[in-house]
């Protein structure tokens, strides 16, 4: 006797929500799949058989899962789909824990994950509204959890963290200098084997304040070398968690600092400017009752670069004028925190430059990416190679090819030191960009250049 199977009106009812075709899904299923490294073969005809109640074998309902989340702007698992078969290990990391044992739990999982390479992280997609969904759990949940900890084994004192926060700022500093992919796995390795044992030991509320305070802060450091790698999916998990791991440490400034330059950041790169506009502005909204100056500069940063992206220049300027005015007054103040001590006059002088060149103003960007490269340490290539190319897209912009490649030669010499898939990805932007100038002193040279390091990144 045939078993007869129940339609997953789950399925159908999210396929409705996403406003996507059965052929439209089936490709971006296969897509996703291929990005991966999974030979996946599905067509319309397979979506009809999902609908009917088949349930694929994995990792199919995790890709089915990934995509739909994309599309409907929330974190969904296999079982939301109504195919339980598949793992729910794939929304790790993208929900914003509401227990302290829990965001241990979930933050030690995507370490151990991440460190294994687990497949349904590897190329994992952007989820549009999951880091706003914890933007407002951090807005109105707890202030602060309770941290210390009893235990029969050794406690943790504040040694112990003061030798993780020295390892960890220097796997921070080799990332600037070289680039993240080589360093990330380092990184990755560091949390799951040096900071994963802190957190279940007994502690101090004093010790384990400081200590969810340095996981934060690397957490959300490794999230900016996924950026790096171009791993934006991966990276949304992480700042996810180091949210919550700064809501456990108390410390709200940081929180805050996560939501705008770290989330606010990744949405922009991903091609969600407003969404970036929103967590800058809520990033203020809950730090309120202590401003620091330097925060709110670089919360304002961070706005006025989703606006350069919306092509909202009015709004843009109003945000410069305050990241502006902000960062002159912390100038005056003493009670910047040492996470924000990277934000110099450079760093400032380089977010205008990236709103001129948004807002196509290339006089305006030229002036301040070459105020940024003066004011940027040499060991800082990444950046470095950043505003070069600012200038000479600006450069192109102005109607001036040679001089502009020659910024753009310069960016490559300072690429070719690092191991920066998103370096390399902004080259071959630049590279596009000169085509139609093949004939002119110096490009020629450029697109040789250009074309030999991307050959050797691929």
């Known amino acids: 006797m045939k078993i007869r199977r129940q339609p997953n009106q789950r399925l159908a009812s999210l396929i409705a929500e996403a406003k996507i075709s059965r052929k439209g899904l089936a490709r971006r299923v296969g897509e996703l799949a291929a990005s991966q490294g999974n030979k996946l073969s599905c067509d319309h005809t397979s979506v009809g058989r999902w609908l009917d109640?088949?349930?694929?074998?994995?990792?199919?309902?995790?890709?089915?899962?990934?995509?739909?989340?994309?599309?409907?702007?929330?974190?969904?698992?296999?079982?939301?789909?109504?195919?339980?078969?598949?793992?729910?290990?794939?929304?790790?990391?993208?929900?914003?824990?509401?227990?302290l044992d829990s965001t241990v739990e979930t933050v030690t999982r995507l370490w151990r994950y991440d460190m294994e390479r687990r497949e349904f992280l590897v190329g994992s997609v952007f989820v549009p509204g999951a880091v706003t969904l914890s933007s407002r759990d951090w807005l109105i949940g707890p202030k602060t959890d309770r941290l210390d900890l009893a235990g029969s084994s050794s406690q943790v004192a504040m040694d112990d963290v003061r030798q993780v926060r020295a390892l960890g700022d220097e796997f921070e500093r080799l990332s600037h200098e070289f680039?993240?992919?080589?360093?990330?796995?380092?990184?990755?390795?560091?949390?799951?084997?040096?900071?994963?044992?802190?957190?279940?030991?007994?502690?101090?509320?004093?010790?384990?304040?400081e200590l969810f305070q340095a996981a934060a802060e690397f957490t959300a450091a490794t999230g900016y070398m996924a950026v790096d790698c171009n791993e934006l999916g991966l990276a949304e998990r992480y700042y996810i968690q180091a949210l919550r791991l700064a809501q456990a440490g108390g410390s709200r400034d940081y929180g805050a600092q996560v939501m705008a330059t770290h989330m606010g950041h990744l949405s922009l790169y991903a091609g969600h400017p407003g969404e970036a506009v929103q967590l800058a502005q809520a990033s203020r909204e809950g730090s309120r009752q202590r401003e620091v100056p330097l925060a709110l500069a670089l919360s304002w940063v961070v706005e006025a670069r989703g606006h350069a992206r919306l092509g909202d220049g009015p709004a843009c300027t109003h945000a410069l004028i305050q990241a502006e005015r902000n960062f002159h007054r912390s100038e005056k103040s003493d009670n910047s925190a040492p996470y924000l001590g990277y934000f110099k006059e450079a760093y400032l002088a380089d977010a205008f430059a990236h709103c001129f060149r948004d807002l196509n103003r290339p006089e305006k960007a030229h002036e301040y990416a070459t105020a940024a490269l003066k004011?940027?340490?040499?060991?800082?290539?990444?950046?470095?190679?950043?505003?070069?190319?600012?200038?000479?897209?600006?450069?192109?912009?102005?109607?001036?090819?040679?001089?502009a490649a020659t910024y753009a030669r310069e960016a490559v010499q300072l690429t070719r030191k690092l191991h920066?898939?998103?370096?390399?990805?902004?080259?071959?932007?630049?590279?596009?960009?000169?085509?139609?100038h093949t004939r002119e002193d110096g490009v020629p040279e450029f697109l040789s250049e250009a074309n030999d390091l991307l050959k050797s990144s691929a």
């Open 53 to 99: 109640g088949s349930v694929p074998r994995d990792p199919t309902p995790a890709l089915l899962a990934q995509v739909l989340s994309q599309r409907v702007g929330r974190s969904l698992t296999p079982r939301d789909l109504g195919m339980s078969s598949g793992s729910d290990d794939f929304a790790v990391g993208l929900r914003y824990a509401k227990s």
């Open 375 to 403: 004011g940027l340490p040499v060991t800082h290539v990444r950046r470095r190679s950043i505003n070069l190319g600012i200038m000479a897209g600006a450069n192109l912009s102005k109607g001036e090819p040679g001089a």
């Open 179 to 209: 680039g993240a992919q080589r360093i990330r796995r380092h990184m990755v390795n560091f949390l799951q084997y040096d900071i994963a044992p802190l957190l279940s030991r007994p502690r101090s509320e004093t010790v384990g304040k």
């Open 420 to 436: 920066s898939p998103r370096a390399f990805r902004r080259i071959a932007r630049l590279r596009k960009l000169f085509e139609p």
